[in-house]
């Protein structure tokens, strides 16, 4: 098995060493060892990076990504909030179309005034509707950083 340091991990996987150390404290990824002052990290640990990533790009939180790996080996994925979370990135891909494409016509709209143009008009309905609803949506509860 061929150890990686840190400075490796850092140029392979395009993040800071600084940000491996913090993920490394969050329960991300473990170092197997050091060389005098610097980690070392088995192979796997760019796989792993990869998966938060990815998971980073989906909306996941980083204790949402930590939970993944509690179990010590393989990634342990729940369908059920992946298939959730999807959901929403559907819901915010349509809203984004619709404002995308309000954007689109309002640019070439001939009316003189765009408060008088109807479409507009629905584009903005459309904005103080999906204002409300996120206004009403409760905030996901966080957990509180643990006191020392």
Do not use: W
């Not at 490796?8 to 991300?28: H, I, M, N, W």
């Not at 949402?64 to 990135?89: H, V």
């Amino acid at each position: 098995m061929k150890l990686l340091d840190i400075a490796d991990v850092a140029r392979r996987s395009g993040l800071p060493p600084s940000t491996l150390r913090f993920y490394e404290q969050k329960g991300l990824i473990a170092s197997v060892g050091r060389h005098g002052l610097r980690r070392l990290f088995g192979p796997d640990v760019l796989e792993r990076l990869a998966l938060v990533t990815l998971g980073r790009s989906a909306g996941f939180s980083l204790d949402d990504l930590a939970g993944l790996f509690r179990s010590g080996g393989k990634p342990r994925i729940d369908r059920q909030r992946m298939a959730a979370r999807a959901d929403e990135l559907d819901r915010t891909i349509r809203q984004l179309a619709a404002v995308r494409e309000g954007l689109r016509h309002a640019a070439t709209c001939p009316a003189p005034n765009h408060l008088e143009c109807p479409s507009f008009q629905r584009l903005m309905r459309v904005a103080t509707a999906n204002q409300v609803r996120l206004a009403a949506t409760p905030a996901p509860r966080r957990k509180a950083p643990p006191r020392h």
